[in-house]
């Protein structure tokens, strides 16, 4: 109720207002329907009696218009609130996802958490909005409604009554095995959603063409949605269970009502007027009772997966600190000391205590085989992990002690699997830049250094140009000229330290030694820390890390280490003999 008053307070009280005018001219139709009764019995064939019963007739037109443009006008406002609500609260859970640490991201029962929060409780609050204008509707509408019927007889009311108890409680229970099968199967869910996408997906279809596993993955398809339709089906039949229990317990109270009213007339306690408005109003009530109890019942289902849902927005994150500046820190060093590293939900470690130093101005390169951990390190460094074990020091002062989202305002990242933003060139450059005006200056000097620039200048649009496939207009780019957008939007961001994991991975080797002949114009004398599988790339750093099965096994200048003729000197010539 708060997150719709929030969304729109106007819309939120024109829809409770025509909700409660519906429920009003209901009641209203009742003691209009025995007073335009009274007139026709009342009236043989003259014209004097018939005249009386225009005013009658004249009020039931307009009642009856009344109710039905309420109830017109009702549900376009509450479309449009829940529509607003659902807004809000996208907003809300989108500031959680933007919070939460990088590491839940690596955890399979994060993601079964955030798919049952947008597949379900996103939608709740909308629902609740309709439960609670269903709860108002019907609840005014059965007491004025009761209300009524007391006048006409007291002895109608309780039976009605009594068929709301069974119904609530019936609902308690129908809710509670909804969210249970929702948690249940949720895991099952979102491996048809990720086949269905692998099938449907762009990226995915040349690959998926070119192996020609098209029918094993749509019979995987199959089997997770056999699975998934086994388990829906069993909760399908528990709902009707408990539906037609409700549905035969107000059935029951209106068919006793009516058997009651009958008896009234039998016994001469009503008459013929009073008994044909009783019967309106009795269908009536009994409809308005049953918009109540769902209401309620839509209530009591949803209060489950939006306790669920306030759960997830109070997710701790990396909230702000007070007493930390806005600004980003400056750079001296970056020390790792004994640093390890675990994912989430793995036995194994990552890490095994890692020690680093990067120091202003320098390029430090980390080398080794696949699974070594480079991409790991790069992480913390980057402060999007924090350290299972260890610690790690920027300018002397543990990480632990600052904000994490202060220290990322200090480091431009570029990661082999960068993302490709379906917007216009100079968008996918400055989005590093958020805080700030779009500045042309700057995009054009970051696409240069990063050989960007000779491609996007000769796009239909220049830096306007919408790249991607995706929304029409768009035009594709290579994966080496995706790469370079990347890159620029790295060298854009006004950061000491800059964290490059595998940066010329789709770059040609000309492209590739042209990037690296003097990287330290590149990067415009910034600190970096460079992960790369080419070891041609990394002979011009300052300090080169060997990584092997998490640890640092050697360290040095290329010279040294080649002088050493260890692990890196042997990788180096393996690698160089390749071209020879």
């Not at 037109?61 to 829940?82: D, E, I, P, Y």
């Not at 990088?102 to 929060?117: G, H, Y």
């Amino acid at each position: 109720m708060r997150l719709a008053w929030r969304a729109d307070r106007v819309t939120f009280i024109a829809a409770a207002g025509w909700t409660v005018v519906g429920a009003v001219s209901l009641a209203a139709l009742v003691l209009v329907g025995k007073w335009v009764l009274d007139g026709i019995l009342a009236a043989p064939q003259g014209g004097a009696s018939a005249a009386r019963l225009a005013p009658a007739l004249a009020a039931l037109a307009v009642v009856t218009a009344l109710a039905g443009a309420a109830t017109a006008f009702q549900q376009q406002h509450q479309r449009l609130m829940n529509e607003q609500t659902s807004q809000t609260v996208w907003r809300q859970v989108l500031g959680v996802t933007s919070r939460v640490g990088l590491e839940a991201f690596e955890s399979p029962s994060f993601f079964d958490r955030l798919q049952r929060i947008q597949d379900n409780a996103v939608t709740q609050p909308a629902a609740v909005a309709t439960g609670l204008f269903g709860l108002i509707g019907g609840g005014v509408g059965t007491i004025l409604l009761l209300a009524a019927l007391l006048t006409l007889d007291p002895l109608l009311v309780p039976v009605l009554l009594l068929a709301g108890v069974p119904s609530v409680l019936l609902s308690r229970k129908a809710s509670r095995t909804e969210f249970e099968f929702t948690t249940r199967a949720m895991p099952i869910y979102r491996r048809r959603t990720y086949l269905r996408r692998v099938l449907t997906g762009r990226q995915e279809a040349k690959e998926v063409r070119a192996f020609g596993v098209e029918a094993a993955l749509r019979h995987r398809h199959e089997q997770a949605s056999a699975q998934f339709l086994s388990m829906f089906r069993d909760q399908a039949r528990r709902r009707q269970r408990y539906a037609a229990a409700v549905v035969g317990t107000t059935s029951l109270a209106l068919v006793l009502t009516l058997a009651l009213l009958v008896w009234l007339i039998a016994v001469g306690r009503v008459g013929l007027a009073e008994a044909g408005a009783a019967a309106l109003g009795v269908r009536l009530v009994s409809s308005r009772l049953e918009q109540l109890f769902k209401a309620v019942g839509t209530l009591i289902e949803s209060s489950t997966f939006l306790a669920d849902l306030a759960d997830f927005l109070d997710s701790p994150g990396q909230a702000a600190q007070g007493d930390e500046p806005s600004g980003a820190p400056l750079l001296q060093d970056v020390v790792l000391e004994d640093v390890h590293y675990t994912y989430p939900e793995t036995a194994t470690p990552a890490l095994r205590g890692v020690d680093l130093t990067i120091r202003r101005g320098q390029v430090v390169a980390l080398v080794g085989e696949n699974g070594s951990g480079k991409t790991t390190v790069a992480k913390i460094v980057a402060c999007l992990y924090p350290p299972t074990q260890g610690t790690m020091r920027w300018d002397g002062r543990d990480i632990g002690e600052m904000e994490p989202a202060r220290i990322r305002r200090s480091v431009a990242v570029i990661f082999q699997d960068f993302v490709r933003y379906q917007l216009t060139a100079r968008e996918n450059i400055d989005l590093s830049g958020p805080d700030e005006q779009s500045d042309q200056p700057r995009v054009e000097v970051a696409a240069h250094r990063a050989g960007a620039a000779p491609f996007i200048e000769r796009l239909p649009e220049g830096y306007d140009t919408l790249l991607g496939k995706e929304f029409a207009g768009g035009v594709d780019l290579s994966v080496g000229q995706w790469q370079r957008v990347a890159l620029a939007r790295a060298l854009f961001r006004d950061a000491p330290l800059v964290v490059l994991d595998e940066p010329t991975a789709a770059l040609d080797p000309r492209a590739e030694h042209a990037l690296f002949e003097d990287v330290r114009a590149l990067l415009g004398g910034r600190t970096a820390l460079l992960v790369s599988h080419r070891f041609s790339s990394v002979r011009s750093a300052d300090m080169i890390y060997v990584l092997q099965d998490g640890r640092v096994v050697e360290q040095g200048t290329h010279d040294a280490l080649m002088a050493e003729a260890g692990l890196y000197a042997e990788l180096f010539t393996l690698q160089a003999r390749a071209y020879l």
